[in-house]
T-cell receptor, first 112, second 113 residues
Framework: KAGVTQTPRYLIKTRGQQVTLSCSPI?????VSWYQQTPGQGLQFLFE???????NKGNFPGRFSGRQFSNSRSEMNVSTLELGDSALYLC???????????FGQGTRLTVV | GQQLNQSPQSMFIQEGEDVSMNCTSS?????WLWYKQDPGEGPVLLIA?????ELTSNGRLTAQFGITRKDSFLNISASIPSDVGIYFC?????????????FGKGTKLSVKP
């Protein structure tokens, strides 16, 4: 059974640009959550999607947005990038009725 | 916001020693999860706990869900070099969304052969 797949693995962007990250969950999983990981703040919850609807949202500015497609794949978008957005972005999938979340390898975003 | 206090921040141990780390909070949790993360990779789920007092093992790893629902600990017995990594506790708050996990800051484990 394939795990959670995130693409791309690495990205370098310039301040002010926007970026889209992709996450394909484990087959059969309907919930996808996104997290930002930085050395200073640790793992912080961005938002969760379940059956194409945003079910919960963390304390991040509106520049961070996401969506989920009918096949449960999810994308996360960050607009008007800032240097502080440099981080490892992780997505996690779960069945939706279970709290066990399985993570992808992450996308390392560097903003210069 | 809500946070978990995970300790210790780092540990340097000799191969073969046992390891213990814990997470505490002032809030009540419905679920506790323990993850391990290797450099450049995503966290890997080690153990999931669902009931207060529950004790669960996965090989050399044992974790417990505290009776008060506000804490959890993870033990690793007879450590080996491949145990090196960062261990995170995570929990779902009572009444919180299933997808919204609160994470500890992690315990960095180093094992000397």
């Amino acid at each position: 059974k394939a795990g959670v797949t995130q693409t791309p693995r690495y990205l370098i962007k310039t301040r002010g640009q926007q970026v889209t990250l992709s996450c394909s969950p484990i087959s059969g999983h309907r919930s996808v959550s996104w997290y930002q990981q930085t050395p200073g703040q640790g793992l912080q919850f961005l938002f969760e999607y379940f059956s194409e609807t945003q079910r919960n949202k963390g304390n991040f500015p509106g520049r961070f947005s996401g969506r989920q497609f009918s096949n449960s794949r999810s994308e996360m978008n960050v607009s008007t990038l800032e240097l502080g957005d440099s981080a490892l972005y992780l997505c996690a999938s779960s069945r939706g009725d279970s709290h066990e979340a399985f993570f992808g390898q992450g996308t390392r975003l560097t903003v210069v | 916001g809500q946070q978990l206090n995970q300790s210790p921040q780092s540990m340097f141990i000799q191969e073969g020693e046992d390891v213990s780390m814990n997470c505490t909070s002032s809030s009540i949790f419905n679920t506790w999860l323990w993850y391990k993360q290797d450099p450049g990779e995503g966290p890997v789920l080690l153990i999931a706990l669902y009931k207060a007092g529950e004790l669960t093992s996965n090989g050399r790893l044992t974790a417990q869900f505290g009776i008060t629902r506000k804490d959890s600990f993870l033990n690793i017995s007879a450590s080996i070099p491949s145990d090196v990594g960062i261990y995170f506790c995570a929990g779902q708050l009572r009444g919180g969304s299933q997808g919204n996990l609160i994470f500890g800051k992690g315990t960095k484990l180093s094992v000397k052969p």
